[in-house]
Nanobody
Framework: QVQLVDSGGGLVQPGGSLRLSCVHS????????MGWYRQAPGKERELVAV???????NYADSVKGRFTISRDNTKNTLYLQMNSLKPEDTAFYYC??????????WGQGTQVTVSS
């Protein structure tokens, strides 16, 4: 079982920045995708960004050029740097670990609100 603890959300004005963190159990990155999802009220959960098992980075079109996913293997921490935030980025953000055999684990989520 992989444990994930999200943090870093908050209230920010449009154009501002936040960095989300996800401290997780030690994993073998070659067999786990590590990513961030978000869910806005009344909408389905959607992929924001992922570091795939092979190391490639993938982003939702809506966040390309504004968000950056990264990880610090020494700290077992996954990050999501979010810049140029927009009101439509408002959502609950969840860290995810997805095993190549299909098992998936989630963090508890952290709220991001972009509003003036």
């Amino acid at each position: 079982q992989v444990q994930l603890v999200d943090s870093g959300g908050g209230l920010v004005q449009p154009g501002g920045s936040l960095r989300l963190s996800c401290v997780h159990s030690k994993v073998i990155f070659s067999i786990w995708d590590m990513g961030w999802y978000r869910q806005a009220p009344g909408k389905e959960r959607e992929l924001v960004a992922v570091i795939a098992r092979g190391g490639s980075l993938n982003y939702a079109d809506s966040v390309k050029g504004r968000f950056t996913i990264s990880r610090d293997n020494t700290k077992n921490t996954l990050y999501l740097q979010m810049n140029s935030l927009k009101p439509e980025d408002t959502a609950f953000y969840y860290c995810n670990a997805h095993h190549r055999l299909g098992v998936s684990y989630w963090g508890q989520g952290t709220q991001v609100t972009v509003s003036s």
